[in-house]
């Protein structure tokens, strides 16, 4: 009998592919070698941001999906996807031609998600257990990366950027929707947000007010070559 763990994994394995060898020097890059991001980290306090059906009602996921460009047959991943609810619409959005990664970094809730995309047979949509500070996420394999109301509780921001930008095809987007406030507060202040996303060699391509998602909607793209961690510079330090 599978467990939902075995599930996970081989859904992964059959919606993107084997996963491809590190980017060079990955193996021997230490997590000392990053900078120490100079703000707080939210605690996580839940796999859900709000109830499903007001969420629904405020066309959130329609909007996001609408303004990052979401479209039938892309490959999407979703970081810190909880119970889910980004995830189903996107696979609905991008339709069987179209793959969605969700990941989350507690077992429980990743089991919990893998069940529920088994109970809707979403075949599109693989299930994968991530670590805090690397999504390990295929290379070149995403058009579209989305961290939704959970940026604030990454701790080791500049070392996951630096992991997730391999993950990204050409021309592929990394889209964060947050609130506007402290990240101790569980926002993100949208300064701070570029300012960190720009040390690891991201450019926004776009902001704008999100009010039905509780803040707002940034995209980036990584330009250029990929720093070295040493040479990352810490906002605020």
């Known amino acids: ?38 703000r707080p980290v939210a605690a996580i306090v839940s796999d859900r941001w709000s109830n499903e059906e007001e969420r629904d009602r405020l066309r959130e996921a329609g909007t996001v999906m609408d303004y990052s460009g979401v479209r039938k047959g892309m490959t999407v991943a979703d970081i810190g996807a909880g119970e889910g609810y980004y995830t189903i619409r996107l696979a609905q959005r991008v339709g069987p031609d179209g793959r969605v990664l969700a990941e989350d970094i507690l077992p429980a809730v990743r089991d919990k998600l893998a069940e ?7 075949d599109m949509v693989s299930v994968k257990l991530g670590t805090p500070a690397d999504p390990k996420l295929p290379e070149n394999s995403f058009d579209r990366v989305f961290l939704v109301h959970m940026y604030h509780e990454i701790a080791s921001p500049y070392e996951f950027l630096w992991h997730l930008r391999p993950s990204l095809r050409a ?55 990929r720093p070295e961690p040493g040479a990352i510079k810490a906002c605020g330090g």
Request: positive net charge; proline residues 8%; glycine residues 10%.
């Open 1 to 38: 009998m599978r467990t939902t763990a075995s599930l996970g994994l081989l859904l992964m394995v059959a919606a993107c592919g084997a996963a491809s060898p590190p980017a060079a020097g990955d193996t021997k890059v230490k997590p000392s070698e990053f900078p120490t991001a100079h």
């Open 116 to 122: 529920r995309v088994t109970r809707e047979a979403l």
């Open 171 to 225: 021309g592929g987007r990394v889209v964060v929707v947050d609130a506007d406030r402290p990240t101790q507060n569980h926002g993100t202040p949208p300064a701070l947000l570029d300012c960190e996303f720009a040390a690891v060699g991201y450019v926004r391509v776009e902001r704008r007010a999100m009010p039905s998602a509780g803040g707002y909607l940034a995209m980036y793209e990584a330009r250029g070559a």
